[in-house]
Structures are given as C-alpha cells and as structure tokens.
C-alpha cells in the first residue's frame, strides 16, 4: 500500500511546503507549520463535487456609481450587548465567527440569542458536534429556557449539516464549534487546517447564496488567538472575542473586524444562575470602591468603540533589586518601560531603582494610548506615598518628546466622567471643552500641555 504523501501547511496564512521548516517561507511566522495529508486531485473537479466557487454570489461588471447602495437590514438578537458589538443585530447571509477559552460561555450566550430570535418569529437551527442533543436540552433546563422551539442537531459531518440546513431552511444556524466539522471529500481529520478552511469556506458559501445568517464557534489557542488558519478570519464577515476571567463573573465581548458595523465594540455580560445578562452601566465593574482616595490610584475615561467607560489604574512602586521588574497587567509593558523613561526625562521622576507594577482593575484589556496620563499619574501618585484627589480622572496620550496629546473623542469621554460624579479631570488641552456646557457642570477641567506641567499641576491639588 502506497504511503500518503505529507504536507506542512502554516496555520496563519495556509501555505503549504513539502518539508518541515521552523520559519513559514510565505508570511514569516514562527513554529506555525503543521503535518497535514497531500489531497489527491479529484479528475479536475473541486472538492464536494463542484468546480471552485467564490464564497460570494457572483455578477457582472458594473461602474461602481450604477450600483445601488442599500443598508443591510438587522434582526435583533434579545441581547442589546451582544446587538452593540454586531452593529445592531444579525445581518441575513452574514457569517460570525465567535472565539473564546473553554467555559467562558460561548456556548450558553449563543443559546440564550437563538432562542430570542426563535420566539421573534425567526426559525433557528443550533447545530453541535461536542455535545449531544440532551446536554443541549440539559443546558437550556439550567437557563431557564422552556418550550423552545429551536431545531438541534448533533452532527459533525459537513455534507450532512448542509443538507439539512438545505431541508429546514432555517434564518439563523450556529454550527458549535467549526474546529469538530469534517468534510467526507477530505482525508485529514477534523481540526486540521485544510478542514477548518474548507468546511468554514461551504458554510460561507451556503449562508451568502441562501440568505441564512451563520455563527461559527471557534477553538482558542493558549496565546488566546483563534485555531486554525488566519485565513479563516479573512472569510467570515465578523470576527468576535469572547474575553474574561472564569473566576469572575463578568464576561466581555470585543469585535475585532466587522464588515457591518464598527470594530473594537465592547460588550460587557454578567454570568449569572440564568445565564449571561447585559451590564447597561460597566464603568462601576471597573471602578474600585475605596471609601478614601489611595496613592498609586487614577481613574481613566477609555473609549472602547464608541462607547465610553472608566476604569481605574493602579501602580505600586516599591524599592527593586539589582534588575528592577516591570510588570503591567491589562496594558502594553513595552509601553509602561517607554513611560518611565518619559517620567524621567521630562518630569524629573526617577524609578530606575524601583519595581514598577501597573495593573488595570477588573480584567480589562487597554491597547490605546490615551491611558498614558493616568498611568504616569498613578506611578507618581505612589512613588510620593500621596493619593490624588477625590473623584479625579486623567487621559491624554504622551510623547517621547515629554508632549500630551489630545485623545480622541475627548468631549465624550468628559461628559461620561461628569454623568457618574467626577469633580476634576486632567486633560489635554486640546481635549478641553471651548465654551461653557450643562453637561460639563462640576467637572473642574484643569488642561495641560506637557507632562511636568500635568505632574506640578497634580502637586498643587494635594
């Protein structure tokens, strides 16, 4: 018996070499090359019997000013964060591929939203290869959700599902999860990268010449990167991140690329007995309660897509050893090294002796600049043994050149400090407001322009 010829196919990009290599030739990545079995060629024809297809319906060709430009139509889900991150509900045809670690609750979010959209009007269908039919019924028992009429199948077997997604017809499937589909046509086994691909290019291809919105669940790697190929986010309409710690009880939702809606929306969910409900009001999740100011606290105005939310920065200063750490949790630490030096240079802070640990409250995750102020304000604040004013906020990114910068959307942010009871805010002075505003009323604006002004300013408020 002839042995099958194998393949090394890089998980990121899908390129494929005939032999082993630590550095993928194609994209550069490291270790992201893996064995998979050389399919032999079908007499021309592409796998399940057809000739290769785009994952769209195609036309012809057109001026682009001929094309009418219409406004997708959405169907809420039943959850509002879950519609805030998608852009406002499920869209028809459209394709979401949802990750998450294993038990942050995928799984019990997407059950709970067919449900809504079955009792809306809207026939579901729910489709799992790692449970059985009676763990679904079992879970929908715990949630609290009876005389559902949502179609389930337990089926792992690629021409199966579509078939009888074919028969049912229905508005809505979730396929749970993509990496336990396989294809019959295929001969590597399911998870691997040519059937992730594969499988996930079908569903694409069904949903957007049927009109039936899909929701693929995707594994996680132990980096938190969705498994499988990269090419699989470059397919999908909407690529979500299920976030958060399983030892608390809140979970948030981040849209990380979205054809219909805008990305890096936040949902924040709380898990409770019944299952995952929406927090209207977040920024009290990431706000410490102490019942006096402390040093080494400052409170941030974060925009997360379009939605403003405070949270609070925390650094502790103690004296280092030899090789002083430096450590951030929830922000770049890369960026935190960056800061100290700018401290220094501009400020006269010295902490080159010192262990620097910095740690956003709460489990969320800060990747924009803006939170540079409030964490070089909360170093400072520590370092001095000094808390900073009661109900104190601070934003504004800072340069190499010792600069603050305005923020983006920097009216927003203060009105949202002002609505919850904050008395004086930081700024850039760019960011503060031109003329007198009601929604500004007991918000103190002091606006700076370096940060040695900002580090004076703060010392003359103790």
């Given at each position: 018996?002839?042995?099958?010829?194998?393949?090394?196919?890089?998980?990121?990009?899908?390129?494929?070499?005939?032999?082993?290599?630590?550095?993928c030739?194609?994209?550069?990545?490291?270790?992201?090359?893996?064995?998979?079995?050389?399919?032999?060629?079908?007499?021309?024809?592409?796998?399940?019997?057809?000739?290769?297809?785009?994952?769209?319906?195609?036309?012809?060709?057109?001026?682009?000013a001929?094309?009418?430009?219409?406004?997708?139509?959405?169907?809420?889900?039943?959850?509002?964060?879950?519609?805030?991150?998608?852009?406002?509900?499920?869209?028809?045809?459209?394709?979401?591929?949802?990750g998450?670690?294993?038990?942050i609750?995928?799984?019990?979010?997407?059950?709970?939203?067919?449900?809504?959209?079955?009792?809306?009007?809207?026939?579901?269908?729910?489709?799992?290869?790692e449970?059985?039919?009676?763990?679904?019924?079992?879970?929908?028992?715990?949630?609290?959700?009876?005389?559902?009429?949502?179609?389930v199948?337990?089926?792992?077997?690629?021409?199966?599902i579509?078939?009888?997604?074919?028969?049912?017809?229905?508005?809505?499937?979730?396929?749970?999860?993509?990496?336990?589909?396989?294809?019959?046509?295929?001969t590597?086994?399911?998870?691997s990268?040519?059937?992730?691909r594969?499988?996930?290019?079908?569903?694409?291809?069904?949903?957007?010449?049927?009109?039936?919105?899909?929701?693929?669940?995707?594994?996680v790697?132990?980096?938190?990167?969705?498994?499988?190929?990269?090419?699989?986010?470059?397919?999908?309409?909407?690529?979500?991140?299920f976030?958060?710690?399983?030892?608390?009880?809140?979970r948030?939702?981040?849209?990380?690329?979205?054809?219909?809606?805008?990305?890096?929306?936040?949902?924040?969910?709380?898990?409770?007995?019944r299952?995952?409900?929406?927090?209207?009001?977040?920024?009290?999740?990431?706000?410490?309660?102490?019942?006096?100011?402390?040093?080494?606290?400052?409170?941030?105005?974060?925009?997360?897509?379009?939605?403003?939310?405070?949270?609070?920065?925390?650094?502790?200063?103690?004296?280092?050893?030899?090789?002083?750490?430096?450590?951030?949790?929830?922000?770049?630490?890369?960026?935190?090294?960056?800061?100290?030096?700018?401290?220094?240079?501009?400020?006269?802070?010295?902490?080159?002796?010192?262990?620097?640990?910095?740690?956003?409250?709460?489990?969320?995750?800060?990747?924009?600049?803006?939170?540079?102020?409030?964490v070089?304000?909360?170093?400072?604040?520590?370092?001095?043994?000094k808390?900073?004013?009661?109900?104190?906020?601070?934003?504004?990114?800072?340069?190499?050149?010792?600069?603050?910068?305005?923020?983006?959307?920097?009216?927003?942010?203060?009105?949202?400090?002002?609505?919850?009871?904050?008395?004086?805010?930081?700024?850039?002075?760019?960011?503060?407001?031109?003329?007198?505003?009601?929604?500004?009323?007991?918000?103190?604006?002091?606006?700076?322009?370096?940060?040695?002004?900002?580090?004076?300013?703060?010392?003359?408020?103790?």
């Amino acid at each position: 018996m002839a042995k099958d010829k194998t393949l090394y196919t890089c998980n990121d990009c899908g390129a494929t070499t005939p032999r082993w290599l630590g550095k993928c030739p194609s994209c550069g990545a490291w270790n992201s090359l893996v064995e998979t079995v050389a399919e032999t060629p079908a007499s021309g024809k592409n796998r399940m019997g057809a000739a290769f297809a785009a994952l769209a319906p195609s036309s012809e060709v057109r001026p682009l000013a001929a094309i009418e430009a219409v406004d997708v139509a959405r169907t809420p889900t039943g959850q509002g964060e879950l519609d805030r991150v998608l852009g406002g509900g499920i869209v028809e045809g459209g394709v979401v591929l949802i990750g998450g670690d294993p038990g942050i609750g995928k799984s019990t979010l997407l059950l709970q939203a067919v449900d809504a959209l079955q009792r809306s009007g809207l026939p579901a269908l729910y489709v799992t290869g790692e449970e059985s039919g009676a763990q679904v019924a079992l879970r929908a028992r715990r949630l609290g959700i009876t005389g559902s009429q949502v179609s389930v199948l337990a089926e792992i077997q690629l021409e199966k599902i579509i078939a009888t997604l074919a028969a049912q017809q229905p508005a809505v499937a979730v396929i749970d999860s993509i990496q336990t589909v396989y294809s019959d046509q295929l001969t590597s086994a399911p998870g691997s990268v040519a059937q992730v691909r594969e499988c996930a290019a079908h569903l694409t291809r069904w949903a957007k010449s049927s009109g039936c919105a899909i929701v693929l669940v995707g594994h996680v790697t132990k980096d938190g990167q969705l498994a499988g190929p990269r090419v699989l986010e470059h397919m999908v309409d909407t690529v979500l991140y299920f976030e958060g710690d399983t030892h608390s009880s809140f979970r948030l939702i981040r849209a990380i690329k979205n054809r219909f809606g805008a990305v890096n929306e936040i949902g924040v969910f709380a898990m409770t007995e019944r299952g995952l409900k929406g927090v209207s009001n977040p920024s009290a999740i990431f706000l410490s309660q102490h019942a006096q100011p402390v040093p080494g606290s400052c409170v941030l105005v974060t925009l997360e897509g379009t939605r403003p939310m405070l949270v609070e920065i925390q650094a502790l200063v103690d004296s280092g050893g030899v090789s002083p750490r430096r450590l951030s949790v929830g922000l770049e630490r890369d960026r935190l090294a960056m800061l100290l030096a700018v401290l220094h240079q501009h400020a006269g802070v010295a902490t080159g002796d010192q262990d620097v640990f910095v740690n956003a409250v709460g489990g969320v995750r800060i990747s924009e600049p803006a939170a540079d102020l409030a964490v070089m304000l909360a170093i400072t604040s520590s370092l001095r043994g000094k808390a900073l004013p009661k109900g104190f906020i601070a934003f504004g990114e800072v340069g190499l050149a010792g600069e603050v910068r305005p923020a983006p959307r920097g009216q927003e942010r203060l009105k949202e400090a002002a609505k919850l009871g904050f008395s004086v805010a930081v700024v850039p002075k760019a960011n503060a407001p031109k003329k007198a505003d009601k929604a500004f009323e007991g918000l103190t604006i002091h606006a700076v322009e370096r940060v040695d002004e900002a580090m004076a300013l703060v010392r003359g408020l103790d």
